[in-house]
């Protein structure tokens, strides 16, 4: 039986794709040991669902289809950079969400729900929406560089985006960095 590495997630605007590489490019300067998310890579992730059965991702992608044409299209915002656990101590380094956010809480909420009623297990943390910049090489943090730039970024515009759409992604690791294939789209709507 084939399985999928799957994800639920909103797919970045070119404009918050400039901006994340403007922000990575600022955060470069500041050390060399982290590990960069490629823009091209970059999403909204609403849900991880880890490896799925090939034979449940049809019900996975209606599941989505449902849940998510109850909700009305808008507006998202990225805004501040910060760090996960903390900005003295990061592991990863993200973009946050501005206006639009608590209807991508709301959002990610409603899918939550839907997953775990085809027996997806809900996130244990608190849902905090971001798209993941890069992260720390293991072992080590950015030192007090990096966390002098993190708490300058703090108010960063991170650019804007119309959210219409959620996508189901299968991704497949590789050394070089995953790649991400769109499984299925779901309107919100309009």
């Known amino acids: 039986m084939s399985k999928s590495r799957t994800t639920i997630a909103i797919a970045v605007s070119e404009d918050m794709k400039q901006h994340a590489k403007q922000a990575i490019g600022i955060l470069r300067t500041s050390t060399d040991n982290i590990k960069w998310v490629s823009p091209e890579n970059l999403y909204w992730t ?4 880890g490896d799925v059965d090939d034979t449940e991702l049809h019900a996975v992608c209606q599941s989505v289809t449902q849940a998510v044409a109850e909700h009305e299209a808008f507006d998202l915002s990225s805004s501040g950079v910060g760090a996960f656990p903390s900005i003295d101590s990061p592991r990863t380094l993200w973009l946050g969400a501005g206006q639009g956010g608590e209807e991508l809480i709301q959002l990610q ?11 997806f297990h809900p996130d244990r943390r608190h849902f ?11 072992g080590r943090d950015g030192g007090t ?12 515009d991170g650019g804007f985006t119309t959210v219409e759409e959620v996508h189901v992604f299968a991704s497949e690791l590789r050394r070089e960095g995953p790649t991400y294939h769109v499984i299925s789209r779901a309107s919100l709507m309009e």
Request: charged share 20%; aromatic share 8%.
């Open 145 to 156: 560089k990096l966390a002098e730039q993190l708490a300058k970024m703090k108010n960063f």
């Open 109 to 119: 909420d409603h899918l939550e729900q839907s997953m775990a009623d085809l027996g």
């Open 46 to 49: 609403l849900q991880f669902l």
């Open 128 to 138: 905090f929406p971001h798209l993941t910049l890069g992260r720390i090489s293991s």
